[in-house]
């Protein structure tokens, strides 16, 4: 069954540094997503990816956050300076183009940890 | 502000009882998405509900959707230790490119 896959499952990083986050999405799909969840906390919606740009975002996916399809296959995400505040989980979803299917399937996350 | 809020946020049982959880939203939506989380683990589709439905069955699971009401509930039949996890509801909105706006979430704890 495909599914979505996610690397690293887990990432340690000092305050400042930028991360990458990568996802690869199912294959067939085209609508593709981040959301994190902070320890203990609900899933937030971050971004929301259509067609090679941000669809919609939200208020926490500020200028340190970026979003790219490098190719065909890969969806990452990048924070350019992390903050203590976004150490939380990641995590990537993708969706079918079909309105018969609005499924968004999950990845298993990744969690991020910054000291 | 809040979108969804789960009740009871903390539910405990044991196996072969049945487990209810309950799930509130604020906005307009398409569907209604009941997610699965393990510890610290990913989320795992259960069922989704679409917002012309009223009630829908999966194995052991049954969820219902009270539009009227912004409501929706999701019943786990004969529970077992091992549906021990933490739910979330998500309710994709009808507006832009269908973000799925999540619950605060119910931990069901099954014991033997």
């Known amino acids: 069954e495909p599914e979505v896959t996610q690397t690293p499952s887990h990432q340690v990083t000092q305050m400042g540094q930028e991360v990458i986050l990568r996802c690869v999405p199912i294959s067939n799909h085209l609508y593709f997503y981040w959301y994190r969840q902070i320890l203990g906390q609900k899933v937030e919606f971050l971004v929301s990816?259509?067609?090679?740009?941000?669809?919609?975002k939200s208020e926490i996916f500020d200028d340190q956050f970026s979003v790219e399809r490098p190719d065909g296959s890969n969806f990452t995400l990048k924070i350019r300076s992390t903050k203590l505040e976004d150490s939380a989980m990641y995590f990537c979803?993708?969706?079918?183009?079909?309105?018969?299917?609005?499924?968004?399937?999950f990845g298993p996350g990744t969690r991020l940890t910054v000291l | 502000s809040q979108q969804g809020e789960e009740d009871p946020q903390a539910l405990s049982i044991q196996e072969g009882e049945n487990a209810t959880m309950n799930c509130s939203y604020k906005t307009s939506i398409n569907n209604l998405q009941w997610y699965r989380q393990n510890s610290g683990r990913g989320l795992v589709h259960l069922i989704l509900?679409?917002?012309?439905?009223r009630e829908k069955h999966s194995g052991r699971l049954r969820v219902t959707l009270d539009t009227s009401k912004k409501s929706s509930s999701l019943l786990i039949t004969a529970s077992r230790a091992a549906d021990t996890a933490s739910y979330f509801c998500a309710g994709e909105r009808n507006t832009g490119f269908q973000k799925l706006v999540f619950g605060t979430g119910t931990r069901l704890l099954v014991s033997p």
């Open positions: 979803a993708s969706r079918e183009t079909s309105r018969l299917s609005n499924e968004q399937f």
């Open positions: 990816f259509y067609n090679n740009e941000i669809s919609e």
């Open positions: 509900i679409r917002s012309n439905e």
